[in-house]
């Protein structure tokens, strides 16, 4: 063979061998999936990566710092699925995950839902966006956290658009095959066969994935929060109550508006300004509007001599007469967003050069809090996904974490100055549990507001069902209920100037329900406390009640959910009551209802206000009147409340505490006491108080509360016991 022809064969074999190692290469990698390597990095908590991960996530945005201590009390848990069942595999440029199912399983989470809590079928693009009336993903905080009721959480971090397909595939080789029927003469044909998979796309060329153990489902909700940082302690004052006033108000206005919650008797906690403080709104200049606040300092300096304080609306998006235009603009992304340049806030110098405006014109002269406005969407007002930003950070990985940035930079400024701040955000995303604000958005659904507030104790964040307007003076006192048993009790009247007596019929009722959520305050800020301290969220689904989930049963696998709304709870679909704490179980009455079923888990339960037996395990019908929401207290349980005051007790200031308790159990609380002010808590400046119900020497229930350790805060004064259920005990 002359060489010429030997050398083209030979480049012949080669080109060939390369196409078949290609071939069977890529053959082999679309067949088999890896399975993931987990290594632990927390009690409980196992962490894996899928190709290469990028260094920009969910977890480097928000900063998010394991609070190890927390986790290590919860202690060591096995892993909690079958590892070889989870699988990994990159291809197309990007990650394909898929984790089992089993049947009768229920998952929950996939971020702030608002109207469905049953996640189970759905198909889902995780997307930072304003929500549109759909649970499509595209959301306020589309957290990719999912929990199953088999006691396991999943965690993708990753800040891009992640697909889900929870539970609808069907795939080829799986163990248990399909049942393959006939659409012409079955009845049972069904277009989606069972499936026993969560697949999970993720348009990346890694990510981290980290898996959560239980052993309940609360338990992986708990170690998710405490591996992002545990839930934020509000100041006393946040939990008190808040008015934000007409975009265009003055200073006087607003003086004004205070002196009238005075003359009306309403508590008043902190005012709300919205856009018309600044001088510019939309895009914003981060300045006082001169003619409509001539002295920003003399009027905070005289709100908070009044015992209130204030709230500012912004929106990040600078306008070219903002004092930091120039400076800021080389360190701005490609698009404006309503003629405003973008701060890549992920750059240092871009945080510094805001926040050093925020800090000058309004933090260091007293104000409060930010209510950080729209920075989740809608696509048409922000900036496209080919926007570039200086960072090298995608347009669509700053879309995921825009509102964990903000949040980030400006929860900073308070705690520099050792003040705890408690504001509002429209966007959130995992990793941001520890910030303190609460979630709220345009959408006016009071039923679905409900449901998201549900959901917002799945995924690590908070959500206020906010009261704005009503058609009628029962929508406005039914929305007012809700309110208060939320993490922020507020009227957000930026359009409609209503006041909590803008409707006269119900005003007395109002007023009942503005004080009694002053009076919850001792209670709800021990709440707030356990789920900083232990992870355990505040509000929270019925699914995660002890009693409220048994297991399914052959009888409500086959029975038709539809008319029976007990068998549909069992599933996990309730999405109309909730608990508040660890023992309030809320159960709002709607607009138009007169009358509602309320689903009592097993244990006994008793009224609220009454301290009468209420059930045990079963579906009760209530008809409360427009002047009650239903609440129910659990068997045992301790509700710590203190004098209906119009303004949250001040740091140092004592206040009596009146304790109820419920039932026949004995009862053991824990109750949280700090300044309720400062960050000095994380000095250990707090304390503990052990408050204790048992029968007595002469068989009576009796009430004791230990003392604050020597050096800790003692701001508790006079203590009464009230044992609610007494006279029924006899019965
Ligand atoms: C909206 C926000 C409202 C109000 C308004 C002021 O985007 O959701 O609550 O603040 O802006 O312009």
Redesign the pocket.
């Known amino acids: 063979m002359d060489k010429t022809v030997n050398h083209s064969l030979s480049v012949c074999i080669s080109k060939f061998t390369v196409i078949i190692v290609l071939f069977s290469f890529s053959f082999s990698q679309a067949r088999a999936q890896e399975i993931l390597r987990w290594e632990p990095v927390a009690p409980g908590i196992w962490k894996a990566e899928a190709g290469t991960p990028e260094r920009y996530n969910l977890l480097t945005a928000s900063g998010a710092k394991p609070v190890i201590k927390a986790l290590e009390k919860m202690g060591s848990a096995p892993f909690p699925l079958d590892p070889a069942l989870i699988t990994a595999g990159i291809f197309d440029g990007q990650v394909y995950l898929k984790f089992p199912l089993v049947r009768g399983e229920r998952i929950f989470g996939f971020g702030l839902n608002f109207k469905t809590i049953y996640q189970r079928g759905k198909i889902l693009t995780l997307h930072v966006d304003h929500y549109g009336g759909t649970d499509n993903g595209r959301t306020h905080a589309p957290v990719p956290f999912y929990v199953s009721d088999r006691g396991y959480g999943v965690f993708i971090n990753s800040a891009r658009y992640i697909r889900v397909w929870a539970g609808t595939s069907v795939n080829r080789d799986r163990q248990e095959p399909s049942a393959v029927r006939d659409r012409n003469t079955d009845k049972r044909w069904t277009s989606a066969p069972y499936s026993d998979a969560v697949d999970i796309l993720v348009p990346a060329a890694g990510c981290e994935i980290y898996i959560f153990a239980g052993p309940s489902a609360l338990d992986a909700i708990r170690r998710f929060n405490l591996f992002c940082g545990g839930g934020p302690l509000p100041p006393r004052w946040g939990l008190g109550f808040t008015q934000r006033v007409p975009?265009l108000y003055t200073s006087q206005q607003v003086i004004r508006e205070a002196e009238e919650f005075d003359a009306h008797n309403f508590p008043l906690d902190f005012i709300g300004l919205?856009?018309g403080w600044q001088s510019r709104a939309y895009p914003c200049t981060f300045e006082w509007d001169k003619t409509r606040y001539p002295d920003p300092e003399g009027f905070v300096r005289t709100m908070l001599e009044k015992g209130i304080r204030l709230n500012l609306?912004t929106n990040p998006y600078v306008s070219p007469e903002s004092p930091v235009y120039e400076k800021i603009l080389p360190y701005t992304g490609s698009h404006n967003v309503w003629g405003g340049i973008v701060p890549d806030f992920s750059i240092k110098e871009a945080q510094e050069i805001f926040t050093g405006q925020l800090k000058k014109s309004q933090v260091s002269i007293g104000i409060s809090g930010y209510?950080i406005?729209?920075v989740d969407g809608y696509d048409r007002w922000l900036w496209p996904d080919v926007a570039i930003f200086p960072s090298g950070n995608s347009a669509e990985q700053m879309r995921q974490t825009y509102g964990l940035l903000l949040q980030r930079i400006t929860s900073e400024m308070f705690r520099e100055a050792n003040r705890r701040t408690w504001g509002l955000t429209?966007a959130s995303n995992g990793g941001g549990v520890s910030f303190p604000y609460v979630i709220?958005?345009?959408y006016y659904s009071h039923e679905d507001f409900i449901t998201a507030l549900i959901n917002s104790g799945f995924c690590g964040v908070l959500w206020t069902p906010e009261v704005r307007s009503s058609k009628t003076a029962e929508e406005w006192i039914r929305r007012f209920q809700t309110v208060c048993f939320s993490p922020m009790a507020m009227i957000?009247a930026?359009a409609s100037g209503t006041k909590p007596w803008s409707f006269p019929e119900v005003e007395d009722d109002v007023r009942y329900y503005a004080y009694l959520r002053m009076q919850l305050i001792p209670y709800f800020y021990t709440e707030f406390a356990k789920y900083h301290y232990d992870g355990t969220p505040p509000f929270r689904s019925m699914v995660l009640e002890e009693g409220f989930n048994p297991v399914e049963t052959e009888e409500i696998k086959n029975a038709n959910l539809e008319d029976n709304p007990y068998l549909e709870a069992l599933r996990g679909e309730i999405k109309d009551q909730y608990m508040a704490g660890e023992y309030l179980l809320v159960a709002p009455l709607f607009a138009g209802q007169t009358s509602r079923k309320v689903i009592l888990p097993k244990g006994n339960w008793y009224d609220f206000y009454t301290g009468e037996y209420a059930g045990n395990g079963e579906i009760i019908t209530v008809t409360p009147g427009l002047n009650r929401i239903p609440v129910f207290v659990k068997d045992g349980g301790i509700i710590p409340m203190m004098p209906p005051y119009s303004k949250a007790p001040a740091a140092g200031k004592k206040y009596d505490l009146e304790i109820r308790h419920y039932g026949t159990k004995e009862g053991h609380y824990l109750l949280y006491d700090d300044d309720g002010e400062t960050f000095d808590y994380e000095k250990g400046i707090f304390s503990w108080r052990e408050i204790r119900v048992e029968p007595g020497k002469n068989g009576r229930m009796t009430g004791s509360i230990s003392k604050a350790e020597k050096w800790k805060p003692d701001n508790i004064g006079n203590v009464t016991f009230r044992f609610m259920s007494l006279n029924q005990q006899k019965k």
């Open positions: 975009t919205e856009p609306w209510k406005d729209e429209r709220y958005n345009d957000n930026w």
